[in-house]
């Protein structure tokens, strides 16, 4: 279901609060010599289309967010290790500065829920004694926070606490925990102390196990729903963060020093970065506006250039991704944005001179920015990924159509930015629709006119804090097994058909691969080397061939599911995933 938004009116933090919180922990800071790593789980089964390359040259957002946030409170010895470049790393085998940390914070998605597991396996496997305070978080912990708990006394795989909200909720929990934390305690203790004595309660944003036994989880409280930061100028700068990366390694330990600056560019060559959040469509298949309790939040133009100016000077990083759920979301604020970026110099030059960014967008208000898009193309868009999903509106409708899909393309293409839409396949979907723009190919074909250079297409799967969760589970359409293979975690990405109604289920499996095959393909290379559809020359060869690498992989991890759907006996799940452990609610806020 849904998450819960707190009162209307108490959904923000007082402005100022989150810097605040920042200003008391660094005064305290000399008092306690805090080691933390910081762990973003990822399951390499996942490297499939459209997100390979970018998943392992791209350092994301979340956990170096995390890692700012502990920097900027005063606690440098900080390390971000990420799995997508520390395949072997493991929590029993950590030190930093010499010692097993104070605390370990482990963040992942649903789909990275394998390794996830592992890490929290292996945390703990340090003796109680020397143990340090885990705490999980990331979008499967928002969602779904008894994942992060085990009951199993002989193969404890259990966090201490979750964090269900943003930095603020972490730095809060932490402000608490230094205030009783006698001289030589451990973090770990002090978290124990703090939670029996009710000094949680009143931390928005956090579930914790309240039995005896810290090796079984026996019942969750949940403290409710966090307050979220309301200008995200107030978020520490994401350079901090950057200075925290393990090097990629094949050892399960950590190196003695963080990544070199210089060498940060090379391995995250893209760099992700938080703009606005938010989005005001309400599409039943997506968890955002809940997540963000129907707020729209923003950074500054100024702030934006500043960020980076500054990454683009310390790491060497020239392209950015935002993590925008609408990027139009508000046209005004979006227009000072991009009218503030056109205006910024990096060394004396235009700053679209030396960075450029990409981001995501809406068909509806991306039309609705028309008279705007040369002034966010001068601030260095280059790209757009458009949220088409289906341009006959048969799934969900946003205001595109097939026309209007075609003229924002035409837009875009007429700017020099790079359009990137992304199609959802769903049931009523057929392959081909003769003179018709309802066939998923046929509306591929239509993007690849209209100047597309990329095209996304994922089948619509559930998912968790979603208003269609829960009756896609009730009505039998989620997937349990198909033949010998259950589903697993990492096939809920999209690319495999794991909910569906259709009679022939194999058939969509096998739909995606197509649509992909038609615009992937050595044919539309040599096209593109003539008769490119982007200005930039390379762009359009350029994706062709990663998208043909790609397919290649996605062939070869989908391919035998496709099998299994068409010849094997499918058993269907009738249940919602819910906790096994019971749940005591703190707090509780009205939508």
């Keep these: 279901m849904e998450l819960t938004c707190r009162s209307r009116g108490d959904e923000l933090l007082h402005p100022g609060e989150m810097t605040d919180i920042r200003r008391r922990l660094r005064a305290i800071a000399v008092q306690h010599d805090l080691a933390s790593v910081v762990a973003c789980a990822f399951d390499h089964r996942t490297r499939t289309l459209p997100f390979i390359v970018a998943d392992k040259r791209m350092a994301p957002a979340g956990v170096r967010a995390i890692g700012s946030a502990i920097v900027d409170s005063g606690f440098p010895k900080t390390r971000i290790v990420l799995q997508q470049w520390n395949r072997n790393f493991r929590p029993s085998q950590m030190r930093l500065d010499g010692r097993i940390p104070d605390l370990f914070m482990i963040s992942s998605m649903k789909i990275h829920s394998a390794p996830f597991r592992a890490m929290l396996a292996d945390a703990c496997r340090i003796e109680p004694e020397n143990r340090p305070l885990i705490i999980a978080g990331g979008p499967q912990v928002i969602y779904e926070p008894w994942r992060a708990f085990g009951r199993d006394p002989e193969q404890p795989a259990s966090a201490d606490v979750a964090v269900t909200g943003e930095e603020y909720v972490l730095l809060n929990l932490l402000e608490v925990l230094l205030s009783v934390r006698g001289r030589g305690e451990s973090m770990r203790s002090a978290f124990f102390r703090a939670r029996d004595g009710g000094m949680l309660d009143d931390i928005p944003g956090l579930v914790y196990s309240n039995g005896p036994d810290d090796r079984v989880a026996e019942e969750l409280v949940n403290t409710g729903t966090q307050r979220l930061v309301g200008d995200l100028d107030e978020l520490p700068h994401p350079a901090l963060g950057y200075r925290l990366l393990e090097p990629p390694s094949r050892k399960a330990t950590l190196a003695s ?64 991704l935002g993590t925008d759920d609408n990027f139009f979301n508000d046209h005004e604020r979006a227009f000072e944005i991009g009218e503030a970026l056109a205006n910024a110099k990096i060394g004396g030059r235009p700053l679209r001179e030396s960075v450029r960014w990409a981001t995501e967008a809406t068909v509806h208000d991306t039309l609705a920015m028309k008279d705007r898009l040369r002034t966010v193309r001068k601030g260095g868009l280059r790209a757009l990924w458009m949220g088409v999903e289906d341009m006959s509106g048969a ?126 393909n050595p044919v539309r290379f040599l096209i593109a080397l003539f008769r490119p559809k982007a200005r930039l020359y390379l762009a359009d060869c350029g994706a062709q061939l990663i998208g043909m690498y790609g397919l290649a992989h996605t ?37």
């Excluded at 496709?562 to 006996?569: N, S, Y």
């Design 257 to 320: 020093m963080p990544m070199a600056p210089r060498q940060v560019g090379k391995h995250s060559r893209l760099g992700s970065l938080v703009m606005t959040t938010g989005c005001k469509f309400g599409c039943g298949y997506c968890p955002i506006p809940a997540y963000n309790q129907r707020q729209l939040r923003f950074k500054s133009g100024a702030r934006i250039a500043d960020e980076m100016t500054r990454l683009h000077g310390e790491f060497g990083i020239g392209f950015f």
């Design 395 to 520: 799934l969900v409708r946003k205001g595109q159509t097939a026309d209007k899909t075609q003229e924002a393309l035409a837009l875009l293409c007429e700017q020099g930015i790079l359009p990137m839409p992304m199609l959802m396949h769903h049931d009523a979907q057929p392959l081909y629709t003769p003179g018709r723009p309802e066939g998923l190919l046929n509306q591929v074909h239509l993007l690849r006119r209209a100047g597309a250079i990329t095209v996304q297409v994922l089948m619509i799967t559930p998912a968790a804090g979603s208003k269609m969760y829960e009756d896609a589970f009730t009505s039998g359409m989620v997937f349990e097994q198909a033949g010998n293979l259950r589903v697993q975690p990492h096939m809920l990405d999209g690319n495999y058909v794991v909910a569906c109604n259709h009679k022939q289920p194999w058939r969509k499996q096998f739909n995606i691969l197509i649509a992909y095959m038609f615009f992937y």
């Design 555 to 591: 062939v070869r991890r989908t391919l035998g599911w496709a099998l299994r759907l068409m010849g094997g006996r499918i058993k269907r799940v009738y249940r919602v995933p819910a906790s096994r452990i019971p749940f005591r609610h703190q707090m509780q806020e009205q939508s």
